[in-house]
């Protein structure tokens, strides 16, 4: 169905254009002013923003970034006496602890390998005859979700990696946190360097590069993390015990407490929105292990028995 029209503000309203910079420009409209209006009503109609249902009061005035449910730019203020939509000061819900949280959303991840073999006589006669296969690389499930407005979660374990019980990515994250940003305590991969950082469903390769293995990865430890207003720098940085088994244990009492930071940036080739850019990174890492002792070894995703 063709969007249809709002109707006509009142010459008694006054408009206003506004551009939270939160928004991006194609959801920036024209903000109409609703004080001294009658009540809001909820009528749903087709708009230009995916067609959205609005909330329009009786006498025509809307608010174009309210829904039923709340603000569609999910800009809604908590305060003492509710969520409030920043543009219109419709109040969404009566009180500010309305059995939203905690929320929930399940994740998983299967990843599966087949290989085939072919050998000439003298490849055989080094190496032996190489047996075809099929391996489970990874078996994740998952959950992730919000404890507060800025408090969110995350903990994922994998069943296949290397044959046993893995426990990947345990954390709890405090967003907004007044000169740090973003504030994480738990058990994830530490901010050191981008093979490290990208997920293994971005790999160029089936493996990481070698050097990969002197990344601190998954540690146990707290940290923090931001990004500047124009999205094109990052920095973060983290305290950690070292090292961590797959389960996140570390034992001892002489040393064990490492310390890594990262800052990236991030030059635009071109738009924004076409995700070209020249990137800039810088890492560094102090590890001190616990009992002074320290073990760096690979192992193949792909196990051939």
């Given at each position: 169905m063709p969007p249809q029209m709002l109707p006509p503000v009142p010459a008694a309203q006054s408009v206003q254009p506004i551009a939270p910079n939160w928004l991006a420009p194609h959801q920036v409209a024209s903000q109409v002013g609703t004080q001294g209006a009658a009540p809001l009503q909820p009528v749903e109609i087709s708009a230009s923003r995916d067609a959205a249902p609005l909330w329009i009061d009786e006498s025509g005035a809307s608010c174009p970034y309210c829904s039923?449910?709340?603000c569609i730019a999910d800009g809604c203020v908590e305060t003492a006496a509710g969520r409030v939509?920043?543009?219109c000061g419709r109040v969404h819900s009566a009180s500010?602890?309305?059995?939203?949280?905690?929320?929930?959303?399940l994740t998983g991840l299967a990843q599966i390998d087949a290989v085939w073999f072919g050998q000439d006589s003298a490849n055989r006669a080094l190496l032996g005859d190489i047996q075809d296969g099929a391996d489970i690389r990874r078996a994740r499930i998952g959950a992730f979700g919000d404890l507060a407005p800025n408090m969110g979660y995350f903990a994922e374990i994998d069943f296949a990696f290397q044959q046993r019980l893995n426990i990947t990515d345990v954390y709890l994250d405090i967003r907004e946190v007044p000169v740090l940003g973003t504030v994480r305590i738990g058990r994830w991969r530490l901010p050191f360097?981008?093979?490290a950082l990208t997920s293994v469903k971005e790999l160029m390769?089936?493996?990481r590069a070698l050097p990969f293995v002197f990344a601190p990865f998954r540690q146990i430890g707290a940290g923090f993390q931001d990004v500047s207003e124009s999205q094109t720098t990052t920095w973060a940085a983290s305290?950690?015990?070292f090292p961590t088994d797959e389960y996140g244990?570390?034992?001892?009492?002489?040393?064990?407490?490492?310390?890594?930071?990262?800052v990236t940036h991030a030059i635009p080739l071109?738009?924004?929105?076409?995700?070209?850019?020249?990137?800039?990174?810088?890492?560094?890492?102090f590890i001190d292990p616990a009992n002074n002792s320290v073990r760096y070894a690979t192992t193949l995703s792909f196990v051939i028995f």
């Open positions: 039923a449910d709340g939509c920043p543009h500010s602890t309305d059995n939203k949280y905690p929320t929930a959303k360097n981008m093979d390769f089936m493996e305290i950690f015990r244990a570390n034992i001892g009492d002489d040393g064990g407490y490492s310390m890594v930071g990262r071109g738009p924004m929105q076409t995700g070209q850019a020249l990137h800039f990174g810088g890492a560094y890492s």
